[in-house]
């Protein structure tokens, strides 16, 4: 079967994947009803973006063929004017991409930097930390072994999001040195800053996700992860933004550790698959016994979600291909995108967890043949395929059996199964006959909104005579029970 990928670039400089879901009640008919919880984006929320280039980084590169740093570092200036030892990470052309002291990316040109033999070395945490408070005044900033946190948010949000990180960070150097990756804690502490709104989060980066849905990244050029507290998700569906948040947080913290520890280069440009499939792999989170971070190549729920909707609808239909050419098999399709959208997150994570659990030493060594890329190489679909070829054989036909027949054997807790639903249940005459009419809504406050929706639908007279009622369930399917009741009930 053919198989394509059409890309939708609806955040064209968004840096990381981030979850937004608008939950709210549509009219339903006499006769029947439908819960209303699938998110305007995806399954699972994720609304699709890309990965920005250097230069909506900030980054001012010149267009020519990158080449390695080799080890080599140089004497360069710092913002504070200091003269710092950098060490180069890629060169292109007149100029040098160096990674400061502080872990940011800087680019200076080639007359203007020294080689020199004097070792890196990374800021010192508490340096960096009275930098960083001085940054963001009235921001409280605390300090762990390997990160540094500022923030303005509540005490509860940042203690969440450092849970997750905390427990991310040794769990992914423990996961990655069992595999025989070459990994090291990076010489300096990493950086995450939490805003309280939204609009500090925008006012921050100068608008640029003005309009979209991102509510965290991984900004590769300043190594921070940059997020919000508040947003109208967290109104609207609480329990679900509470589960979308946190797998936010550890996929953004993922992908900064990756790109830390020696698995990821930095501006490095891996296939999108691998990309965002490996973070997806390494980031499972639950809420149930509070917030906690599964570990890595645990079942991600959110994504398996998806990827349990798209299998009802068929491969076929649930995956598509950015490149011109049609692909033949779904696992060559996911190989090959150059681009993703919502459901290729999915179909990324699938991949990256098939691989992972089912063929761990050819993903080893495919890892660890990735790590070596060279930053700033633009692999092209050719490439990727190449590379995946090499590794783990071209029966792509097989491999999709396969991938199939391990999705459809995974565990999954459902992330909106057991979540707190509400049933706005409406009757009234109508001549002889009591009609009868509801709807299901996750969120309380969306209760009114429900209610209004359900009764738009009538006459004036009717609307004089509506009579409403609201139950409280703890799940879909008590909801669903406690609506089709009444919907018999006399």
């Known amino acids: ?43 699972d929320g994720t609304v699709p973006v890309l990965r920005a280039d250097p230069s909506e980084l900030g980054l001012k590169i010149p267009d020519a063929e990158p080449i390695a740093g080799a080890g080599r570092r140089v004497l360069v200036k710092s913002d504070d004017d200091e003269l ?30 020294t080689i020199t033999e004097r070792p890196f ?22 300090s ?21 990180l905390e427990s991310l960070y040794p769990g992914l150097m423990t996961y990655c040195k069992a595999r025989k990756l070459t990994v090291e804690d990076p010489p300096y502490p990493l950086v995450v800053v939490m805003f309280r709104t939204r609009k500090e989060w925008e006012d921050y980066m100068h608008g640029m996700f003005a309009g979209s849905s991102v509510a965290a990244f991984y900004d590769g050029a300043t190594n921070r992860v940059l997020m919000y507290e508040q947003s109208d998700l967290g109104e609207d569906a609480p329990e679900y933004a509470l589960k979308q948040i946190i797998s936010t947080v550890a996929h953004e913290g993922v992908h900064q550790v990756l790109h830390n520890i020696g698995v990821q280069q930095r501006l490095s440009r891996w296939p999108m698959w691998i990309s965002e499939g490996l973070p ?26 998806t990827i349990d909707t798209l299998l009802k609808r068929g491969p076929r239909k649930s995956i598509q291909q950015s490149t011109k050419e049609s692909s033949n098999t779904t696992v060559e399709a996911i190989v090959t995108a ?18 992972g659990e089912k063929k761990r030493e050819m993903f080893q060594k495919y890892l660890a ?20 070829v090499k590794h783990f054989g071209s029966e792509f036909a097989k491999m999709d059996t396969d991938l199939m027949k391990h999705l459809k054997n995974l565990p999954y807790v459902d992330p909106i199964e057991n979540m707190t639903h509400y049933v706005v249940m409406m009757r009234y005459p109508q001549g002889p006959r009591t009609m009868r009419a509801y709807a299901i809504t996750l969120s309380e406050k969306q209760v009114k909104e429900t209610r209004e929706e359900l009764v738009a639908k009538l006459t004036a007279d009717e609307q004089n005579v ?20 009444w919907m018999t009930s006399r």
Request: aromatic letters at 10%; one cysteine or more.
């Open 121 to 142: 070395v990374g800021i010192e945490q508490k340096y960096l930390a009275d930098k960083l408070q001085k940054k963001f005044p009235g921001y409280e900033v605390q």
């Open 280 to 305: 997806e792999y390494f980031a499972p989170t639950s809420v149930s016994k509070g917030l906690t971070w599964k570990g890595a190549g645990q079942v991600n729920d959110l994504r398996m979600k």
């Open 338 to 355: 150059t681009e993703l959208d919502a459901d290729g997150y999915a179909w990324s994570w699938a991949l990256a967890h098939f691989l």
């Open 466 to 485: 509506a009579v409403f009622e609201v139950r409280k369930a703890k799940s879909r399917t008590e909801a669903m029970s406690l609506a089709q009741g």
């Open 144 to 164: 762990t072994k390997h990160f540094i946190y500022v923030y303005n948010t509540s005490a509860l949000f940042y203690k969440g999001t450092s849970r997750i």
């Open 1 to 43: 079967m053919a198989i394509h990928f059409r890309p939708r670039r609806l955040i064209p400089k968004a840096i990381a994947c981030a979850g937004i879901v608008l939950f709210s009640a549509a009219f339903v008919s006499h006769a029947a009803a439908q819960t209303k919880t699938t998110p305007a984006a995806a399954d």
């Open 84 to 113: 710092v030892v950098a060490k180069v990470q890629v060169e292109v052309g007149s100029s040098f991409v160096v990674i400061l002291p502080d872990g940011k990316i800087a680019v200076v040109k080639k007359d203007e930097a």
């Open 369 to 388: 043949d990735i790590a070596t890329s060279v930053p700033m190489e633009r692999p092209n679909a050719a490439d990727q395929k190449r590379l995946f």
